[in-house]
């Protein structure tokens, strides 16, 4: 079983900058598959961003050049920096693991970019 627990949502105007953060529970973290989805209201969660455990990303088009995802296996911890935020960002932000072909699901962070 993995938990994952993510921080660091909340309000930014637009052209502002956050660091989500999602921290996992379980062993051999450095084996996880993990992404990034959002939710807005009314709309399907989609996907954002993943990394591999080789550390190759992929990022939606929306979101490219925008936003980076990163990990770090010490701290059994996956990051979305999010940069030059836009109102169309706004969304409940989840954290995704993939472990022995099962997946697992944050709680979720919201975010909101507003002026």
């Known amino acids: 079983q993995v938990q994952l627990v993510e921080s660091g949502g909340g309000l930014v105007q637009p052209g502002g900058s956050l660091r989500l953060s999602c921290a996992a529970s379980?062993?051999?973290?450095?084996?996880?598959?993990l992404g990034w989805y959002r939710q807005a209201p009314g709309k399907e969660r989609r996907f954002v961003a993943h990394i591999t455990s080789g550390g190759s990303t992929n990022y939606a088009d929306s979101v490219k050049g925008r936003f980076t995802i990163s990990r770090d296996n010490a701290k059994n911890t996956v990051y979305l920096h999010m940069n030059n935020l836009k109102p169309e960002d706004t969304a409940v932000y989840y954290c995704?693991?993939?472990?022995?072909?099962?997946?697992?699901w944050g709680q979720g962070t919201q975010v909101t970019v507003s002026s």
């Open positions: 379980g062993s051999r973290f450095s084996l996880y598959f």
């Open positions: 995704k693991a993939v472990k022995g072909g099962e997946y697992y």
